[in-house]
């Protein structure tokens, strides 16, 4: 009776003994589930990351190669406009200068040579001027901007209000002139922008000078 009582004990201390074994395993088994599923988050992650990168670098390319004919354009344009410039000079009337900017090329004219002071009718000198240029500007077959430009003098004894209004005027009677004389009317502009776009400084005479011009810009992407 007695041996059997033992027997019986140890039985019911190895299934106690073999249960907690198991509860350990279990709590192994859910901690290593949850190791291998923090794992696979992270690799998903990382996976939406590399996707992520490559489709920004997919797109970083595709603009690259979208530049390389923007980029041949531009330097054929530049190549264009320096022959352009270098058959002109030497060709030019006196008090005109000539320039390129990012638009075409720019035939900058002295104010002094096209109007008197204060004034927006064109001198026979600046008539004279003109007609000189008319061909090379009518060969070029471009659209055309012309923009008056004037010193910081406030106006005092002409009858314009503003400085803004006597550089469209002068603009103006520029484009009329070149229309008369054979300019499509639908390829010429004006803007006038008074003392807001000086080319040097308005501390001295000769910068008053230099800004006091009207601008005749061929746009040669027109």
Known sequence: MIRSLRIAGAAVILGVLSACVSQEQYRRSLADNDNLRMQRDSQQDYLRRLEARSQDL????????????????????KARI????EGYQGNL??????????????FSVEGEVLFASGQ???????DRTLKQLVATLQNQGKRLRI?????????????WKTNLRLSVERATAVAEF??????????????????HRPRAGNDSADGKRQNRRVEILVLTNS
């Open 82 to 85: 320096a022959k352009i410039l």
């Open 178 to 195: 070149l229309i008369a004389a054979g300019m499509p009317e639908d390829r010429v502009a004006v803007a006038g922008y008074g003392e």
């Open 93 to 106: 009337p006196p008090g005109v200068s000539l320039s390129s900017n990012a638009e075409g090329i720019v």
């Open 120 to 126: 927006a009718a064109i001198t026979a000198e600046g």
């Open 147 to 159: 923009e008056g430009h004037t010193d910081n003098d406030p106006i005092q004894r002409s009858g």
């Open 58 to 77: 997919e797109r970083q390319l595709k603009e690259l190669q979208a530049t390389v004919p923007d980029a041949e354009w531009v330097k054929e344009q």
